[in-house]
């Protein structure tokens, strides 16, 4: 989700770097952070294994300064891409404003790609989200391997709506800023698009003049105000508060005087039934 | 991913800073973090200016997901409430609403007890000020996704 901060005036992004294990999704991420000054830029956190593979995310911010009066931040994420993590992969899906899928271009790889999106569809549907909705941008990684499928065939296999994609050779950078720049774009768009929407937003209140309204005929009265729990509709009204119903009905009069011979009959005995 | 926008205004952050200035002042802690599940950054209290508040409130996310899920297992909705002890600072993370996650820092100086008392406090506090949406801002501006282009083939290279 896009935070805008008016205080601040800030907008942070969020984007994450989907695919599956070992497809160069924190190498991207190790460019990017190598490359862009450093006032551009946080510290690279890997949250890793000991042998280095992603176990929960890699977090990297940018900071690309003032734009329009607003300092813009990016968060770029990945996740881990082996199959059986797929529980911390969803939870670093939450609130992605952007997606690049980083495919490995290896043609062993091809079922493991088309698995990892597909997962993807499935973990964006646990939120409610189709992957036909988000921005998305593809990465044909490894383009420098021997047994390489050519862009035709991952196009034929990944790129199943016209996506923007990019070959990449993510160790040594190839592609690596051309994607980030693409997927930035469209998520910057797709927000500026949607905080401008005049529909989208309430409207803006624009009090009369004195002079004009005089002239008016008469208004209408004023609409009763609202209760006040229209206005804060997560508080729940006392006038509205109801008490539950009495769950056990009141016992017949007939069961309580038989109840109470039985007891009469036993203290009577001096307490044997 | 989400068609919403997650805003926070002026008049709402002036309000979001009393209650954090006010918690840290009745708690005795260091320093305190308003952030959204998402890990955004929302408002920060306190000595934070040694620290690397983006990273953490990034990590606070991470680690409260994390938590939601054992709860999940566990049979559990949601654990409210997050404790991280060390052997100088400790952290207090706690709910506040839905969408909202409140990181307070404490030392020595004060203890687990006061400064749940007043966490609690402060988060409803919180969430009334955070659900209200009474305010209303000019929007980012049409020249904004320009300026943005020009400024990312800057960074990026054309």
């Known amino acids: 989700m896009v935070s805008i901060n008016y205080a601040f005036r800030e907008i942070s992004c969020k984007i994450v770097y989907y695919g599956p294990g070992l497809s160069g999704k924190t190498t991207n991420l190790q460019w990017v952070h190598q490359k862009i000054p450093r006032q551009r830029r946080g510290e690279l956190i890997s949250l890793a294994t000991e042998k280095d593979r992603t176990l929960y995310f890699d977090f990297l911010p940018l900071d690309l300064g003032a734009i329009h009066g607003f300092t813009t931040k990016f968060q770029l994420y990945t996740v881990p891409g082996q199959v059986y993590y797929n529980a911390t992969r969803r939870l670093v899906l939450r609130g992605a404003d952007g997606i690049v899928f980083v495919a490995d271009s290896q043609r062993s790889k091809m079922r493991e790609n088309m698995e990892s999106i597909q997962n993807l569809r499935e973990n964006l549907a646990e939120y409610g989200y189709r992957l036909d909705d988000i921005c998305l941008v593809l990465q044909y990684n490894k383009r420098d391997f021997p047994d390489r499928a050519s862009v035709e065939e991952l196009n034929h296999l990944l790129n199943y709506r016209d996506l923007p994609f990019f070959e990449a050779v993510a160790i040594k950078g190839v592609g690596v800023f051309e994607t980030l720049k693409s997927i930035s774009k469209l998520v910057l768009e797709k927000t500026t698009h949607r905080e401008v929407m005049p529909e989208a937003r309430p409207p803006i209140p624009t009090p009369q003049p004195a002079q004009s309204r005089a002239m008016q005929s008469p208004q209408p009265p004023p609409a009763p105000r609202p209760p006040r729990a229209d206005y804060y509709p997560h508080r729940i009204s006392p006038l509205r508060f109801q008490l539950p119903p009495l769950v056990e009905a009141p016992e017949p009069i007939e069961e309580t005087k038989r109840k109470g011979f039985f007891l009469w009959r036993i203290f009577k005995r001096g307490g044997k039934r | ?158």
């Open chain 2, 1 to 158: 991913m989400s068609e919403e926008i997650s805003i926070i205004y002026k008049g709402q952050f002036e309000r979001i800073d009393g209650v954090l200035k006010k918690l840290l002042r009745d708690s005795e802690a260091k320093c305190s973090l308003l952030v959204d599940k998402d890990g955004h950054l929302i408002a920060k209290q306190g000595f934070t200016h040694s620290l690397d508040t983006t990273s953490l409130a990034a990590l606070l996310a991470g680690s409260f997901a994390s938590t939601k899920e054992i709860a999940k297992i566990l049979g559990e909705p949601e654990f409210s409430v997050l404790f991280h002890e060390g052997r100088r600072d400790n952290i207090h993370v706690s709910l506040v609403g839905k969408r909202s996650i409140l990181g307070v820092v404490f030392d020595d100086r004060t203890t687990i007890g006061m400064v749940r008392l007043y966490v609690r406090e402060a988060e409803g506090e919180l969430k009334e000020i955070l659900e209200d949406h009474s305010e209303w801002e000019e929007g980012i501006g049409r020249g904004f996704a320009d300026q943005a282009k020009e400024r990312l083939d800057q960074i990026f290279g054309d």
